[in-house]
C-alpha cells in the first residue's frame, strides 16, 4: 500500500516571500500521479498542481511549482510570492493508475499560515 | 470550480437521527468517493462507487453507507447518528470525460459537516 507523509504540520510566511512545503511518498509502482490540493478553512478542497510520475520535468501553475524527485520519492510545493489567499491547509496526495476506484491517498496536511 | 454539489453543508442532529448527505456531480464522471475529515486533519476514504449500482467500501469503516441509482448522485445514509459521526463529509469525483488532465483528477464539492448532539 502508498503512502504520504507530510513532515510538517505548520508552516508560516511573510507575505510575499517564498514557501515549501514537503512531502515524501513510499510505492513499488513505477507509474503514477501526485497532487497537492488547497482546503481554505470551511471551504472545497482546491486542485493546486498536479504531476505525472513519467514526466521529468517539474510542473508549474502561476506561482506553483514542484520539486519532484523521483528516486527520493519526493514531491515537495513551493509557493512564491505568498498571497494572503494562500492561507490554508495543503495536501499532499498520491494515485495509482491501476487499483480499485483509482482512489488518492492523502498526507496528514501542512497549515500554511501567511503573515502580512 | 468543479461541478460537484453537497446539502447541507451544515447540519446539528440529535442522537438516534437518521440523515443522508445529498452529493451531485453534472461532469458526467463514473467514479465518485465519500471522505471524511476531523478539523484540520487528514481525509479517510470511506465509500466508493466505479457506477451505477457499484458501491465499495474503503480504506476506513464506517456505519455510514450508500447508494449509487444514477450516475450525478452519490448520497451518504447514516441510519441511526451517533456523536462519533461528527465530522465533516467530502464528496468527490472523477471520470473519463475529464480531458483536461488525463489521469483523472479527483473534483470535490465543499464539503457537508455534520454534528450530532
Known amino acids: 500500500a502508498q503512502t504520504v507523509t507530510q513532515s510538517q504540520p505548520e508552516m508560516s510566511v511573510q507575505e510575499a516571500e517564498t514557501v515549501t512545503l514537503s512531502c515524501t511518498y513510499d510505492?513499488?509502482?513505477?507509474?503514477?500521479?501526485l497532487f497537492w490540493y488547497k482546503q481554505p478553512p470551511s471551504r472545497q478542497m482546491i486542485l493546486v498542481i498536479r504531476q505525472e510520475a513519467y514526466k521529468q520535468q517539474n510542473a508549474t501553475e502561476n506561482r506553483f511549482s514542484v520539486n519532484f524527485q523521483k528516486a527520493a520519492k519526493s514531491f515537495s510545493l513551493k509557493i512564491s510570492d505568498s498571497q494572503l489567499g494562500d492561507a490554508a491547509m495543503y495536501f499532499c496526495?498520491?494515485?495509482?493508475?491501476w487499483g480499485a476506484g483509482n482512489m488518492l491517498t492523502f498526507g496528514g496536511g501542512t497549515r500554511l499560515m501567511v503573515k502580512p | 470550480e468543479a461541478d460537484i454539489y453537497q446539502t447541507p453543508r451544515y447540519l446539528v442532529i440529535g442522537t438516534g437521527k437518521k440523515i443522508t448527505l445529498e452529493c451531485s456531480q453534472t461532469?458526467?464522471?463514473?467514479?465518485m468517493y465519500w471522505y471524511q475529515q476531523d478539523p484540520g486533519m487528514e481525509l479517510h476514504l470511506i465509500h466508493y462507487?466505479?457506477?451505477?449500482?457499484?458501491?465499495e467500501k474503503g480504506d476506513l469503516s464506517s456505519e455510514s453507507t450508500v447508494s449509487r441509482i444514477r450516475t450525478e448522485h452519490f448520497p451518504l445514509t447514516l441510519e441511526s447518528a451517533r456523536p462519533s459521526h461528527t465530522s465533516q463529509y467530502l464528496c468527490a469525483s472523477s471520470g473519463g470525460q475529464d480531458l483536461a488532465f488525463s489521469g483523472n483528477t479527483i473534483y470535490f464539492g465543499e464539503g457537508s459537516w455534520l454534528t450530532v448532539v
Open positions: 462507487s466505479y457506477g451505477v449500482n457499484s458501491t
Open positions: 510505492t513499488s509502482e513505477s507509474d503514477y500521479y
Open positions: 496526495a498520491y494515485r495509482s493508475p
Open positions: 461532469m458526467g464522471h463514473d467514479k
